[in-house]
Nanobody
């Protein structure tokens, strides 16, 4: 089993930045580096919308068009943590953000492809 805990959410003005963290624990020793990681977000209007994903196995990153050029994903394998850097935030980025883990290192853009999920962290962007 793997547990994911997100942090770093909060209230920010439009144009500002936030960095979300997602720490993995459980059966991640020496394996975290092989997983694909992603971020999704949920709003009442767009349930579980894909944001960004990265497969380090084949060095590919996938972006939602709405965040391309503003959001990046990175990881610290020693800390079993993945980060979502969000710049130039817009009010439409307001959502609960979830990190997700795929065990076989294959990143995808749909939520059923992921095996584990965090509890979510709220991001609110004011105009």
């Amino acid at each position: 089993q793997v547990q994911l805990i997100e942090s770093g959410g909060g209230l920010v003005q439009a144009g500002g930045s936030l960095r979300l963290s997602c720490a993995a624990s459980g059966r991640t020793f020496n394996t975290f580096r092989t997983y694909a990681m992603a971020w999704f977000r949920h709003t009442p209007m767009k349930e579980r919308e894909f944001v960004i994903a990265r497969s380090w196995r084949d060095d590919k990153t996938y972006y939602a068009d709405s965040v391309k050029g503003r959001f990046t994903i990175s990881r610290d394998n020693d800390k079993s943590t993945v980060y979502l850097q969000m710049n130039n935030l817009k009010p439409e980025d307001t959502a609960v953000y979830y990190c997700a883990l795929e065990r076989f290192g294959i990143a995808g853009m749909t939520w059923p492809e992921y095996d584990y999920w965090g509890q979510g962290t709220q991001v609110t962007v004011s105009s």
